[in-house]
């Protein structure tokens, strides 16, 4: 590890402890390749067992920028396309309804689908808005993706992922499927100075991604290098598509006026961006998880943070600096609008 990566680890450790945040595994690149991973803390209160690099962490929300460059590549080959309608893919859920028939993958990987960011099992499924409209983060909107790939491949998310995804990175600690053999070094979550249990779920496009901070820096790597994408694919997934409403990730019932929109946060085919930064971003939150990344392909630098607490995304701003030190409006708008 060098000496920058020693530094900032040596000022993460009070303010983690100072939270009361168990546990942190980062990996941090430069020059395109992972330069540091390191591990502080324990994976278990119970246990106090340490936390070490090939800790696996449930990465919540980091599962969809990994899923848009699948689906992405679905694009390069050309069995998906950006702008045409999905709704020949698969049987509609809303029929008759006008403004679902025309959503698009653009459209859902943009979170400007119009569809909510959850719902429950008995919660019927509506639209909101006009698809294309506006920003509102759609965690349902990429459940439809994982449907219409499903539906392309004639295969599971997961097998897609392997395929597209995890074997050609070498990203061997690494599914959308829970994982016995992960069992024995895994991030146990914790809401304050509780333990709380993983609860049993499949393969979402949305959250289930379980991974390693090492793992997830191999992919950070294929980010920053274009690999596996056409030069055009790759521009246009970190290029901003839309800007998101100042302090509100998600606006389902009226178009924010111009005013009301973020001037340097925005969103591409998967990412979030800080457009006048050259940075993109994703957070991640699930119970008793918080995860962060940030990168520049322009400097080749990017960090991805995992913790196993509610309290995680308070070590933002000191993970960002490990590879893209200064101010960022992005960490600024998730402290507005995503509570621990």
């Known amino acids: 590890m060098n000496s920058d990566a020693s530094t900032t680890l040596a000022g993460l450790r009070p303010l983690m402890e100072a939270a009361g945040i168990p546990g942190v595994s980062m990996a941090v690149l430069r020059h395109g390749k992972v330069d540091a991973l390191a591990a502080l803390g324990v994976r278990d209160t119970l246990s106090n067992e340490p936390m070490n690099t090939q800790t696996v962490f449930q990465a919540a929300s980091l599962t969809k920028p990994m899923v848009a460059y699948a689906a992405l590549q679905l694009v390069d080959a050309g069995a998906l396309a950006l702008d045409e309608s999905l709704a020949h ?21 943009t979170h400007t689908c119009g569809l909510p960011n959850l719902r429950s099992k008995n919660q019927p499924l509506q639209m909101h808005f006009q698809p294309g409209a506006w920003f509102s983060y759609s965690s349902v909107g990429f ?24 074997e050609p990175l070498g990203m061997q600690s690494s ?4 994982q016995a053999r992960y069992q024995d070094n895994f991030a146990m979550p914790h809401e304050g100075e509780t333990r709380v249990d993983v ?75 800080e457009p006048n930064h050259g940075t993109f971003f994703q957070w991640g939150k699930m119970d008793g998880t918080r995860a962060f990344t940030m990168g520049s392909v ?8 995992f913790t196993n607490s509610n309290k995680g995304l308070r070590l933002m701003r000191e993970a960002a600096a ?19």
């Open 199 to 273: 609860p049993s779920y499949t393969a979402s496009a949305s959250f289930s991604l379980q991974t390693t901070a090492a793992d997830y820096g191999a992919f950070l790597g294929a980010v920053l290098r274009g690999e596996r994408l056409k030069e055009a694919t790759h521009r246009a997934w970190l290029a901003c598509h839309v800007h998101v409403p100042k302090e509100d990730a998600e606006r389902l019932h009226s178009p924010p006026t111009a005013a009301e929109l973020e001037s340097d946060v925005g969103w591409g085919l998967g990412w979030g961006l």
């Open 89 to 109: 893919f698969v049987p509609t859920v809303l029929p008759g309804d006008a403004a679902f028939a025309a959503i698009t993958a653009r459209h859902l990987l």
């Open 143 to 166: 459940g439809y993706l994982q449907t219409v790939m499903a539906a392309i491949t004639g295969e599971p998310l997961e097998a897609t992922m392997q395929r597209l995804v995890f």
């Open 322 to 340: 490990c590879a893209l030190p200064g101010a960022h409006p992005a960490i600024r708008w998730l402290d507005a609008c995503v509570s621990e």
């Open 298 to 305: 322009a400097e080749q630098s990017a960090v991805v943070l």
């Open 175 to 178: 599914s959308l499927e829970q």
